[in-house]
């Protein structure tokens, strides 16, 4: 899916696939009636893009810190004022304070680096031809961690973390490890 999604040439090219992602995704939840403050999306795309937290900016950030940016910044401004159902989700995941949008971001962070472009130091590109996965377990953990972060505390352990699943299901993607 690559960012057909997000960093679009403009904000309301990314509005719009950004609400359609969140109506199909909760669909296929079997969510229906979700309520999304649309102003508040939008400041979050805009806000998104402003002083983009990469040295040499967000055309040249990677594919991890432009996801973990967009989730940041989504998580913490809860657009999606609709909690999911304990019926659809499960009583776990219905407990937790914006489950929601913690679940969606993560979907759409998901899904954005499924056949992603890494781009080495050393000029090489490597796609992510396999897609994350991770234990039902892992991931109630995983939304239950990501239902507090912030944009300013949380960007890089975020994008680190995202880059860590991907290279877990695409280990020949990863930098030479290291001992430590």
């Known amino acids: 899916m690559a960012f057909s999604i997000l ?3 403009d904000v309301g090219t990314d509005l719009f696939a950004l609400l359609t ?6 669909k296929s939840l079997g969510v229906e009636g979700v309520v999304i403050d649309p102003d508040e999306t939008r400041s979050i795309l805009l806000g998104m893009r402003q002083d ?18 967009f989730m940041a910044f989504f998580i913490s401004q809860r657009p999606i004022q609709s909690t ?6 499960g009583e776990e995941l219905a407990a937790l304070l914006n489950h929601q949008n913690a679940m969606v971001s993560f979907q759409l962070a998901v899904d954005c680096l499924d056949g ?10 490597i796609t992510l031809d396999n897609r994350i996965k991770v234990s039902k377990h892992s991931y109630i953990d995983i939304i ?7 944009p300013m505390l949380h960007l890089k ?13 695409n280990p020949d993607s990863q930098y030479e490890l290291v001992d430590i």
């Open 144 to 150: 239950e961690a990501l239902c507090g972060i912030t």
């Open 7 to 9: 960093y679009n040439d």
């Open 157 to 169: 352990i975020l994008a680190v973390f995202l880059e860590q699943l991907a290279y877990k299901s």
């Open 116 to 125: 992603a472009e890494i781009y080495k130091k050393n000029g090489d590109t």
């Open 52 to 69: 983009f937290p990469h040295i040499d900016g967000l055309e040249k950030a990677s594919a991890f810190k432009k996801v973990a940016n």
């Open 21 to 26: 992602y969140i109506n199909d995704f909760t």
């Open 84 to 89: 999911f159902p304990k019926s659809i989700v």
